[in-house]
């Protein structure tokens, strides 16, 4: 047994695939390509163990083209030599397949080296990767090649596969198994719809179990105890660590306080207290906002003592944040209004300050209205005078609009009075 569990019972046929229906289906888009037995360039995008490199190996026995295997974290550009010096030689009558794992470990100058190949149809591409390819792909190689989005397996179709890694082992090991009830479901669900994780986990609680009178019993508490902190899948630097961001301000900002604590313990888990603390601060600003505006130094507060005690209690105080702030009246009214000014001042859109507003008391002698004119609004009642504040240039600009909220309509009612509208 020296290879992985999830090598040995690796699919040889479209047929055996777990999940991807969506691809792989019948009169799937990407099935009818690879029973076309034609192959175009293809990257294959999605999580670890959802199937990328399986099919990508089916699809290149189906092909009389010269296949090469290369790993974009260990690859270099002399292996890329090799390739193409096999191009137009008896080697690789037919062209070749070159199957590019982890392309997106190849910097834009190994990726460009490709492009005048893949190009002509001397070689064809089949790429996977577990990073959003538009953003890691070279743009000339991504036009040329058509992407598909693997997803993670849904728990009810890793649970065959478990089931037949039991069986497999079963006779591979000459021992009966078995297992208690629930525990394919276990493993299914634990492996956040990684398959090659899930079968990792289906050897090792067989390695794990005891052999009593040539039989080993999987229990339910054994797996438990297994996956209990070696299933969560999270990198700071990926695609799952925005997602799970973006996931986190959505659903406060959407006023649901299950799932905003949901990712707030995902992200306490992956140890990622800073992360936790920037996208709760700034949901508290930009979502609730003036709806309710004491909430800011609440939440700040909530972050500081986060901070002072550190993992694993601050997940008390930022639980209190993330249910205020989830469940608080919403208003992005002044993040809308600062971003609409910003624009304006990005374009040039601006005008000099008006004189009675400027940081001076004093007039040259070119002026003949001298003077500073400018209103003090404490002399007047109610703190408000009518003076122009804004430049000339967009005096009638209006980038702030009262909110429908209870604070927001006092404020408005009251400057309505104020101002006699």
């Not at 199957?99 to 460009?112: G, P, V, W």
């Not at 289906?202 to 040539?214: I, R, Y």
């Not at 888990?269 to 920037?278: F, K, M, N, Y």
Request: charged share 25%; net charge negative; with cysteine.
């Amino acid at each position: 047994m020296a290879t992985p569990l999830a090598d040995r019972l690796r699919p040889q046929s479209v047929e055996d695939m777990v999940g991807q229906k969506h691809l792989l289906g019948e009169n799937m888009v990407l099935r009818n390509i690879i029973e076309s037995g034609t192959c175009p360039n293809l990257i294959f995008y999605g999580p670890s163990g959802t199937g990328k490199t399986t099919l990508a190996r089916i699809i290149a026995n189906k092909t009389d083209k010269r296949l090469h295997h290369l790993n974009g974290t260990n690859a270099s550009t002399a292996d890329i030599k090799d390739i193409v010096s096999e191009l137009d030689t008896f080697a690789a009558p037919n062209g070749i397949l070159l199957y590019l794992d982890e392309i997106q470990y190849f910097n834009k100058r190994q990726q460009q080296s490709l492009l005048e190949y893949i190009e002509s149809g001397k070689i064809t591409l089949i790429a996977s990767t577990t990073e959003n390819p538009y953003f890691y792909i070279y743009s000339a190689v991504l036009s040329r090649c058509t992407v598909f989005e693997f997803k993670s397996v849904e728990p009810e179709d890793v649970v065959p596969a478990v089931i037949k890694g039991f069986n497999f082992l079963e006779t591979e090991l000459g021992v009966k198994i078995e297992c208690e009830d629930g525990v394919a479901e276990h493993i299914a669900v634990a492996c956040g719809g990684d398959v090659r994780k899930s079968l990792n986990f289906t050897e090792l609680s067989v390695l794990s179990a005891k052999t009593v009178d040539g039989k080993k019993l999987i229990t339910l508490d054994g797996v438990s105890q297994l996956t209990a902190k070696n299933t969560f899948r999270y990198d700071k630097f990926g695609d799952e660590h925005y997602d799970i961001l973006s996931a986190f301000q959505k659903s406060m900002r959407g006023s649901d306080p299950d799932a905003s604590l949901h990712y707030l313990a995902r992200l306490l888990e992956a140890g990622d207290l800073p992360s936790a603390i920037r996208r709760l601060l700034v949901c508290a600003c930009e979502d609730v906002g003036l709806a309710y505006p004491n909430i800011i130094p609440i939440v700040k507060s909530a972050c500081d003592i986060a901070l002072q005690v550190g993992l694993p209690e601050a997940a008390i105080p930022l639980a209190d944040a993330v249910v205020l702030v989830a469940t608080s009246p919403k208003s992005n009214t002044a993040h809308d209004g600062i971003f609409a000014a910003l624009e304006d001042v990005r374009k040039g859109n601006f005008g000099k300050i008006p004189r009675h507003l400027q940081n001076k008391h004093f007039d040259g002698e070119d002026n003949e209205n001298k003077g500073q004119f400018y209103e003090y609004p404490h002399n007047y009642p109610n703190a408000w005078v009518e003076q122009q504040y804004l430049p000339d240039a967009i005096k009638d600009k209006k980038y702030y609009t009262f909110g429908n909220n209870k604070n927001e309509s006092l404020s408005r009612e009251y400057w309505k009075k104020v101002k006699g509208e």
